[in-house]
């Protein structure tokens, strides 16, 4: 029996992580050895191990602290609390949650090559991972949505996107993405993958019924890049025709405040078009690869695709300082520790970015 399901984890993980080992006495280890249909346990080095363990923590940690510093800024500080910065904060609180519980999880799967928590807490992690991924990608949508606005009709962008209207589309963004998740994880049983047999007991693996793949394709990967996509490409388009018909204009006072709403405008729809591409050319790898089948891909490259787009939780921040010299200054006030003074959070940070 154990055999048999030796084989079955080989063929489904790709060979690759899970292969079975021998101990000194040339005995295959298992993952629960007192359980018949029990996962074949892998091997690792102690130099792997340590590899893993530090890179994990470092990410792990540089992610959470970072993401974290994004959540502060803008709640703390009373002028950082627009509609945009919401939704930036949305994907904060997004990013930091897979520093902070995904990431640890997935390395001790990676470490320990045996998923040791049950059916009910992999259930649970895959609900946690898809509902992550999923709201970072619902939360892109609403970012190019309100550049759009704001580019294309910034005399209409006080009315149509206002503080409560975002704060209602994030919250519809966050509650949507959980009841897809867990009708997703439920129908695909992932709670009851004992009565499965072609799971092995010890794994924790995506399992998708054709009906789902085409669901999952469409609803969470095609539909929100097109929007995306389609709607940055007519953002652009639109800022560079403002662009020559500012320059065409003689100068004044009024072309000139014009002229710098605009150029600050199109800098904000390029900033966070950069975090789109960055999110895109993380996940387009993984997502593709996520909805073919288990076997076409070894398990080695779905861990490397896997972890990019972990990775990219923590490349947001750094965009940010990048091109925010708000966010740099209100960083210096929180490590500095003067948000802790009185009536800090009414500071003007963007009258200190130009001081």
Not at 236 to 247: D, I
Not at 268 to 292: K, Q
Request: charged letters at 15%; aromatic letters at 12%.
């Amino acid at each position: 029996m154990k055999a048999q399901y030796g084989e079955q984890n080989k063929l489904l993980t790709g060979g690759d992580s899970l292969m079975a080992y021998e101990t000194e006495d040339h005995e295959i280890q298992y993952c629960f050895p007192a359980i018949n249909s029990s996962c074949i346990k892998g091997k690792r080095s102690s130099h792997e191990y340590n590899i893993i363990y530090v890179f994990v923590s470092v990410l792990s940690a540089w992610t959470v602290f970072l993401n974290l510093l994004v959540i502060i800024s803008i709640s703390h500080f009373k002028k950082l609390h627009t509609p945009t910065n919401l939704i930036i904060l949305s994907l904060a609180v997004a990013d930091m949650l897979v520093g902070l519980i995904v990431m640890p999880i997935e390395a001790t799967r990676l470490i320990e090559t045996c998923w040791y928590f049950g059916d009910t807490y992999c259930g649970l992690f895959v609900i946690t991972v898809r509902l992550l991924l999923c709201t970072s990608l619902s939360t892109l949508v609403l970012i190019a949505i309100d550049r759009y606005v704001a580019v294309c009709h910034p005399l209409q962008y006080p009315q149509k996107i206002t503080t409560t209207k975002t704060v209602i589309s994030i919250c519809v963004s966050w509650c949507c993405c959980s009841l897809y998740n867990i009708a997703f994880v439920i129908s695909n049983g992932y709670f009851n993958t004992s009565h499965r047999p072609d799971v092995c007991y010890g794994q924790c693996i995506v399992l998708i019924t054709p009906v789902w793949r085409f669901t999952d394709l469409t609803f969470s990967f095609l539909l929100p890049c097109i929007v995306i996509i389609s709607v940055y490409l007519k953002i652009f388009y639109v800022a560079q025709q403002q662009v020559k018909v500012l320059n065409s204009l003689k100068g004044g006072k009024c072309v000139m405040e014009v002229s710098v709403r605009r150029k600050s405008e199109s800098k904000a729809a390029l900033t966070l078009g950069i975090i789109v591409a960055v999110y895109l050319l993380c996940g387009i790898p993984f997502y593709i690869c996520s909805l073919t089948e288990s076997t076409a891909i070894s398990s080695t490259t779905m861990t490397l695709l896997t972890w990019t787009l972990y990775v990219n939780s923590g490349l947001n921040p750094l965009i940010y300082a990048f091109f925010y010299r708000w966010f740099k200054m209100s960083v210096k006030h929180i490590l500095t520790l003067k948000i802790f003074q009185p009536a800090s959070s009414l500071t003007d940070i963007f009258t200190d970015c130009h001081s």
